[in-house]
């Protein structure tokens, strides 16, 4: 069954994964959708649950937050996006095409098309960029990311490391420092963090994806997995490369 809560008490984005993280940690729950525009939370229950028992929860992680059953037209009326509405991702869209477009210009400015080198750049740029995006609210991004990340879920502080990881990668692609070393760690990690988004999309649970941190509401889906795959795909061919 699926019902609408309004939820109060949410300042940001990250109180926005908070709550969205605390409410799927609650037994019976299947997915759960908080949307800050119009303070509510969507989820979905294999059962009914009391709402003393989804306050006490919220309570436990911030005294700050209350839950209660909507009654309000304009948050009934919510509808989530369906799996095709390519439009939730133009975020990414817009940085994928930002970077792609910088790198070839690049490559055309060099008088022609050097494959290691576009790659290169162009996971400099992903990694750079996505670490940014982590770093503008930290607390948000690993609240978002433990909630499932395989190493994260068991240790939290997993979440803040990777962003550092992140960026180091960027650096390291930038300056072409050790290139083996540094496509090696970019294709264990990236190979780590995708089990987790395969998890999420393959039990079709509808949670933020913490991609960008927590500065974009962007849902967990195939979108995901092709961006995680294009960095292992692309750190794999350069292994190959050096070996």
Known sequence: MKKIYK??????MSCVAKVES????????????????????????SKDIPIHTLQSHLTSLDPKYSISQSTSD?????????????SQYKPIFIIFGYITTVTLLIQYLNGGFDMMQWMRHFMAGFFLIF???????????????????IIARKWKGWAYIYTFIELGLGLA???????????????????VSIIGVLQSVLNKKKIQ??????????????VTIIEDGLMIIMSGYMIMYYI
């Open 7 to 12: 939820i109060d008490g949410m300042s940001c």
């Open 22 to 45: 605390s409410l799927l940690a609650v037994p019976d729950i299947i997915s759960a959708k908080v949307d800050k525009a119009s303070n509510s939370a969507t989820v979905d229950l």
């Open 74 to 86: 304009s948050v009934n009326t919510i509808r989530d996006a369906g799996p095709n509405d390519l």
């Open 131 to 149: 670490s940014f995006f982590k770093m503008l609210d930290l607390s948000g991004f690993s609240d978002s990311y433990s909630g499932y990340d």
């Open 173 to 191: 692609y930038l300056t072409n420092c050790c290139p083996l070393t540094t496509n090696v760690t970019a294709f264990i990690v990236m190979t």
């Open 209 to 222: 994806c913490a991609c960008l941190g927590s500065v974009f509401d962007l849902p967990m889906s195939t």
